[in-house]
């Protein structure tokens, strides 16, 4: 079966730095993106950060740049997100997502298609 799994949440003080991995399994075609979103308590989910894989761009929210970096492995169909300097409005679900869309707008939650069942951000002040 096709899946996404997430690891490496947790929690950390404002100022720290947590890493995401994002395993994928089970399918038979590489996807166009793959992407980090997030939803917070009462909040819409909202696009973190994606990579495509035809040519390795990456995009960020604008909240993020800077301090977060999206990177996959390939080989091992592994997707990462660093995240340094957290903020306490960092805190959220975090959901990695597949998109086999050619052309999808990268950080749009209706554009991904597969998605992780989220591992858990806190970041405290």
């Known amino acids: 079966a096709e899946q996404l799994m997430e690891s490496g949440g947790g929690s950390v003080q404002a100022g720290g730095s947590l890493s995401l991995s994002c395993a994928a399994s089970g399918f038979t075609s590489a996807p166009e993106y793959v992407a980090w979103f997030r939803q917070a308590p009462g909040k819409q989910r909202e696009g973190v950060a994606s990579?495509?894989?035809?040519?390795?761009?990456?995009n960020y929210a604008d909240s993020v740049k800077g301090r977060f970096t999206i990177y996959r492995d390939g080989a091992k169909r592994i997707l990462y997100l660093q995240m340094n300097s957290l903020k306490p409005e960092d805190t959220a679900m975090y959901f990695c997502a597949a998109s086999w869309r050619p052309g999808a707008c990268p950080l749009q939650p209706s554009e991904f298609n597969r998605w992780g069942q989220g591992t858990q951000v806190s970041v405290s002040s």
């Open positions: 990579f495509y894989t035809g040519n390795g761009n990456t």
